[in-house]
């Protein structure tokens, strides 16, 4: 059974430049949620969908979006980048719900995006 | 503040001996408490998962517990091995708006 697959797994912007990331969960997965891990900071949740709508989101910008098609899959977009968005972008997928509940999420590698 | 703490925030062990991460939270309310390990360059893995009414949890080497009362967890690791090396992050579904609230983890070196 496929893991959590994340592309890409490097990239290089530079500041005022941006980015998408793609997230392919778990097949029957139906919830995708994003992370943003930088080593001041730890893991901070980003925003979570589920049957393309999304259902939470963490205190981040507007320049955070994201969206998941129909097939599950998600991507998130960052504008605008900044140097403090160097970071490693997780997404996780589960099974049910949602982070609600005790579902277990499943991670990705991830995507280690460093901005000049 | 919805806050989780962990400490020590690194350890060295040798292989083969036990230990015990802490995990302090003030997030209120939440429904589940959930332990990460993460190796370097990976993304974490699901140990252990807790609701809010559970007082112990276990995965083969690891066992979780839950104390409500003082709002605090531990991850006890019997019998480490040079693979338990990583991080443990503990984080709990919690807050007004029930979302994922993470600790800074501990990172563990286990020596043989």
């Known amino acids: 059974k496929a893991g959590v697959t994340q592309t890409p797994r490097y990239l290089i912007k530079t500041r005022g430049q941006q980015v998408t990331l793609s997230c392919s969960p778990i097949s029957g997965h139906r919830s995708v949620s994003w992370y943003q891990q930088t080593p001041g900071q730890g893991l901070q949740f980003l925003f979570e969908?589920?049957?393309?709508?999304?259902?939470n989101k963490g205190n981040f910008p507007g320049r955070f979006s994201g969206r998941q098609f129909s097939n599950s899959r998600s991507e998130m977009n960052v504008s605008t980048l900044e140097l403090g968005d160097s970071a490693l972008y997780l997404c996780a997928s589960s099974h049910g719900t949602g982070i609600y509940g005790a579902n277990v999420l499943t991670f990705g590698a991830g995507s280690r995006l460093t901005v000049l | 503040k919805n806050q989780v703490e962990q400490s020590p925030q690194s350890l060295i062990i040798l292989e083969g001996k036990n230990c015990t991460l802490q995990?302090?939270?003030?997030?209120?309310?939440?429904?589940?408490l959930r332990w990460y390990k993460q190796d370097t360059g990976r993304g974490p893995v699901s140990l252990t998962i807790m609701t809010f009414s559970e007082n112990t949890k276990s995965n083969g080497r690891y066992t979780a517990t839950l104390d409500a009362d003082t709002k605090q967890s531990s991850l006890h690791i019997t019998a480490s091995q040079l693979s338990d090396s990583a991080s443990y992050i503990c984080a709990m579904d919690g807050g007004s708006q029930g979302n994922l609230i993470f600790g800074k983890g501990t990172k563990l070196s286990v020596k043989p």
């Open positions: 969908y589920f049957s393309e709508t999304q259902r």
């Open positions: 995990c302090n939270y003030t997030v209120s309310p939440f429904s589940n």
